[in-house]
C-alpha cells in the first residue's frame, strides 16, 4: 500500500513539475522548475498544504519500501545482479526520502523551502581540499544516471515494472507510450542536470550547479527554448502518467 500511494505522490509531483515548466516556457513562472518549487505552488493552493502532508507521507512510505528492498529483496537473482539492483534500491530511497523530506518542510514552513542552503553546500564542498573534484565527480554519475535512465525509455526495459495485464489492449499500449517517452525525456533533463553539476566542479563555478531548476533554465536559453521547455514538459507529464499506471498495475 504505502508503495502504491508513493507511486501516486511521485506521479503528481511529476505533473506538478510539468505545469511549472510550461509556465517558465510562456514567461508566468513564479516558482523554481523543480520538485521543491512545484511542491511550493501546490502548498500555496487551498488546502494544498493538507495535499503536501499527503505527498510527504507517500514519499517517505516509498522511500522505507526501496530501503527494505535495497536490504533483503531481490533474492531469486544472481549474486551480481542482486547487488545492483539492492544499490539501485537503497539510491532511490535516498531520493524519494529527500522530497518526502522537502515536503515536510514546506508543509511545516509555509511553503518556504532550503534551496539555498543547498546551494551553500556545493559551494562548502568545493571549498575543501579536493572538493570540486568531488562535485565534479557527483555531477559524472548524475549524468550517467540520466543516460540509463533515457536509455531505459528508449529501449523499452521499463515495461518490466507493469504486470501483463498493465500491458494488454489499448490502456496497456497507452501506459506504454507514457513511460517510453516520460523515462527518455526525464533522463535527457537528468543528464543535462548532471553535466552542469561537472562542469561546476571543474570550472570552481559553484554559482553554476543545481539540479533540475538549473537544467531547464539551461534549456530555456537556448535556441527555441520555449519549445524545448514544452516538450521536456510534455516528457515530465507523461513520466507522472506512467507512474499512476504503475501504482495500478505493479508487476510484484
Known amino acids: 500500500m504505502s508503495a502504491r500511494l508513493g507511486l501516486v505522490a511521485y506521479g503528481v509531483l511529476h505533473l506538478l513539475v510539468a505545469w511549472v515548466t510550461v509556465q517558465l516556457a510562456l514567461g508566468h513562472q513564479h516558482r523554481d522548475p523543480s520538485s521543491q518549487g512545484a511542491l511550493q505552488q501546490l502548498a500555496a493552493q487551498p488546502m494544498g498544504h493538507v495535499l503536501v502532508w499527503v505527498m510527504a507521507v507517500g514519499m517517505l512510505g516509498f522511500s522505507l519500501q526501496r530501503a527494505v ?9 544472481d549474486g551480481g545482479d542482486r547487488w545492483k539492483h539492492r544499490l539501485g534500491a537503497w539510491g532511490k530511497a535516498v531520493i524519494y526520502a529527500s522530497i518526502g523530506v522537502s515536503a ?34 557527483v555531477g559524472v ?5 540520466g543516460v540509463l ?14 504486470s501483463a495485464e498493465g500491458r494488454r489492449g489499448d490502456s496497456g499500449r497507452a ?27 571543474v570550472t570552481h563555478r559553484p554559482q553554476k550547479s543545481g539540479g533540475l531548476d538549473s537544467a531547464l533554465l539551461t534549456l530555456k536559453e537556448q535556441p527555441f527554448g520555449p519549445v524545448l521547455l514544452i516538450a521536456v514538459a510534455i516528457g515530465l507529464a507523461c513520466y507522472g502518467l506512467f507512474c499512476f499506471a504503475w501504482a495500478r498495475h505493479p508487476s510484484r
Do not use: P
Open 141 to 145: 554519475a548524475i549524468l550517467v544516471f
Open 69 to 77: 528492498q535495497g536490504c533483503v529483496g531481490f533474492r531469486n537473482e
Open 175 to 201: 501506459y506504454l507510450a507514457f513511460g517510453q517517452v516520460g523515462y527518455t525525456a526525464k533522463g535527457a533533463v537528468i543528464a543535462l542536470a548532471g553535466f552542469l553539476v561537472a562542469l561546476a566542479g
Open 149 to 162: 535512465h533515457a536509455y531505459r525509455g528508449i529501449s523499452g526495459d521499463f515495461r518490466k515494472k507493469l
Open 104 to 137: 515536510v518542510n514546506i508543509a511545516a514552513s509555509g511553503g518556504s523551502s532550503g534551496h539555498n542552503g543547498q546551494r551553500t553546500l556545493s559551494a562548502r564542498v568545493m571549498d575543501m581540499t579536493g572538493g570540486r573534484w568531488l562535485v565534479a565527480l
